[in-house]
């Protein structure tokens, strides 16, 4: 697959547990105390773009951030939603959005699901990974990686407490 052009830097923003489950379609696999107010601190400012069922698994648009929801289905809407139906459609409306105002971030997040970060995966610049310590089982996965492609810059661990889960925050970035 060849890789999409943008103006802006692509990031994959993702929750992985070590066996690549990132969900099961219904809801969040795991609980990690801190790091939804990480996300959303990371993402603000910033276009998401998303799968339809990602985002019908959030429920809602996130606030602060372009809501970019790309789907098959020719007639679906939500409100505060900008629907696009290919992939260029969807850089074409981040990169839209981002110069709509000079005080946004010039990325564009890649925010899931499976089939989204599949989608996207040659034309990343940058993943933001939470590692999660656990193997459930689920039904969407994030690709696996060619270690040739990619550099861990950096590694931050968190061990588990108070019956918690550990993880590891890693950001790579395209070799």
Same mark, same amino acid.
């Given at each position: 697959m060849t890789a999409l052009s943008s103006r802006y830097p692509l *990031?994959?923003?993702?929750? !992985?547990? =070590?066996?690549? $489950?990132? /969900?099961?379609?219904?809801? %969040? %696999?795991?609980?990690?105390? /801190?790091?939804?107010?990480? *996300? =959303?601190?990371?993402?603000? +400012?910033?276009? #998401? $773009? !998303? +799968?339809?069922?990602?985002?019908?698994?959030? /429920?809602?648009? %996130?606030? +602060?951030?372009?809501?970019? $929801? #790309?789907?098959?289905?020719?007639?679906?809407?939500?409100? +505060? $939603?900008?629907?696009?139906?290919?992939?260029?459609?969807?850089? #074409?409306?981040?990169?839209?959005?981002?110069?709509?105002?000079?005080?946004r971030t010039k990325e564009i997040i890649i925010f899931g699901g499976g089939d989204i970060y599949a989608a996207f995966l040659t034309s990343l610049h940058a993943i933001d990974l939470t590692e999660v310590d656990l193997a459930p089982e689920g039904d969407a996965t994030f690709p696996a990686l060619n270690p040739d492609e990619w550099t861990e810059v950096r590694r931050q661990h968190h061990a588990a407490t108070d019956g918690g889960i550990s993880f590891d925050l890693v950001r790579l970035e395209r070799s």
């Open positions: *990031v994959a923003v993702v929750a !992985m547990a =070590k066996n690549r $489950v990132i /969900g099961d379609g219904q809801q %969040l %696999l795991w609980h990690i105390p /801190g790091d939804l107010p990480r *996300v =959303k601190a990371f993402t603000m +400012g910033r276009p #998401l $773009v !998303m +799968g339809r069922r990602t985002y019908q698994s959030i /429920g809602r648009p %996130l606030p +602060g951030r372009a809501n970019i $929801v #790309l789907t098959r289905q020719k007639d679906w809407q939500a409100d +505060g $939603v900008i629907t696009v139906h290919s992939m260029e459609d969807a850089i #074409l409306a981040a990169e839209d959005w981002i110069d709509a105002d000079a005080d």
